[in-house]
């Protein structure tokens, strides 16, 4: 139901009489024209592998809730717990009105948990980007980074004002050009600094970053080495600690970042590394000081997830998510599946929404993800399977699958 309010506002952008209106009318109708236009779908439901849209139910294969956590009851009743302890809202920015102790029972569970020595957390990942590149980088220095990483990172690099190299993505030849282009520019300056950016698996193509051979050219060449582990943390590694520690070069990364809202069922980001590092951050990192602290409540749930995570209820969906992550992919007869990220590259925008729209006419929810977030003509479908799908839930995408591809031949 309209309010007044709400119509009082309607008239007042009827009223605008510059071209504010028409010019942003305009944009969005060339995004339309190119297939880019963007809208938001309501859910009525939580975030399970099951989605109530308007009163229909539909098969989810779009979330990040790898581990089946973000409906999880003891995750809930810690989020609720939390705000009868400690209420609704954290007041202020942990550094103007005290630090809840629900972010410092976090960052010490997170610390141990990435075998760091402290941990600090951000309101979002993306700002744990923003902030920790843009307090460790300046003008004078560099930043390179994969041409595939996510959107948070290529904003912080811009954002730090360092000189930004792109660097193929995953291509270590290119890497080490591009570190010795910076090695001669740093020859005449040992002060400027350099940092390698990567994800340790890629958001939108799903595949892994060759960290070791990355950690051994950023020491062979005097850089630091930044990780982005969003969709690792919680999935990869015997513990879900990461692709980082599952290959054993953690302790060899300055900067591990992560997402408490993917795997982890909760929200927001940090920063795990040394004791230095993270009281830098406290000091420096500008999304950390200028910000109100996150709800307790979302402190208090990534908690309890990463206890889960850390367990044998842990242990237990990670097997049953890679048993699924394995039938998936036979069952799409893909040859490289390196995770439970999986893209099904259609390249062009029109038909990538062509056929998320058969998908969702057989009650399955896969997103069509286009430009800006992939490449021009890299569009494609990106289906994420979690812990809690079952094997009818992995026949019927396929079956969907196989007739959206009829329906783009026909
Ligand atoms: C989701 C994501 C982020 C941002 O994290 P949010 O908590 O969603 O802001 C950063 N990096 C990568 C690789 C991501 O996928």
């Known amino acids: 139901m309209r309010t007044k309010n709400f119509e009082h506002d309607n008239r007042i952008s009827a009223r605008l009489q510059n071209h504010f209106e028409p010019e942003l009318k305009e944009r969005l109708g060339e995004l339309r024209a190119q297939g880019l236009y963007r809208e938001l779908r309501r859910v009525d439901s939580p975030q399970t592998p099951n989605l109530e849209i308007a009163g229909r139910t539909f098969l989810n294969f779009s979330s990040n809730d790898y581990l089946g956590l973000a409906n999880e009851p003891s995750i809930k009743h810690a989020a609720i717990k939390a705000v009868e302890q400690f209420g609704a809202s954290a007041g202020a920015s942990r550094l103007i009105c005290g630090s809840l102790a629900p972010f410092h029972d976090l960052e010490e ?67 080490e050009d591009k570190l010795k282009w910076v090695a001669a520019q740093r020859a005449q300056n040992s002060k400027r600094n350099a940092l390698i950016i990567t994800e340790s698996i890629f958001s939108m193509d799903g595949d892994l970053a060759p960290l070791k051979e990355i950690v051994e050219l950023k020491d062979r060449f005097n850089a630091w080495l930044m990780v982005d582990e969003a969709h690792a943390t919680g999935v990869f590694g015997n513990t879900g600690r990461g692709l980082a520690d599952q290959i054993g070069v953690n302790h060899r990364i300055e900067v591990q970042m992560g997402t408490l809202g993917k795997a982890l069922g909760a929200s927001g980001g940090f920063i795990a590394g040394s004791r230095t590092l993270i009281d830098y951050l406290i000091n420096r990192a500008r999304s950390f000081v200028f910000s109100t602290a996150p709800v307790p409540a979302s402190a208090a749930a990534a908690s309890a997830a990463l206890e889960i995570v850390d367990s044998a209820d842990g242990t237990a969906r990670r097997k049953t998510l890679w048993n699924n992550v394995a039938a998936l992919k036979m069952q799409l007869n893909l040859k490289s599946v390196s995770g439970p990220i999986i893209p099904l590259i259609l390249g062009d925008e029109t038909k990538a929404l062509a056929a998320a729209a058969t998908f969702f006419d057989r009650g399955i929810y896969v997103p069509a993800i286009r430009y800006p977030t992939v490449r021009r003509g890299a569009a494609r479908l990106r289906v994420t399977i979690t812990a809690a799908h079952n094997e009818q839930d992995i026949s019927a995408l396929a079956e969907s699958w196989n007739a959206a591809q009829r329906d783009l031949i026909s």
């Open 109 to 175: 569970k997170l610390a141990a948990f990435k075998k760091a020595e402290a941990a600090l957390t951000f309101s979002t990942g993306y700002a744990a980007a923003l902030g920790a590149v843009t307090a460790l980088l300046g003008p004078d220095d560099f930043v390179l980074i994969d041409k595939l990483v996510h959107a948070s990172l290529i904003d912080a690099a811009k954002l730090s004002d360092a000189k930004l190299r792109v660097f193929a993505h995953n291509d270590l030849n290119d890497l």
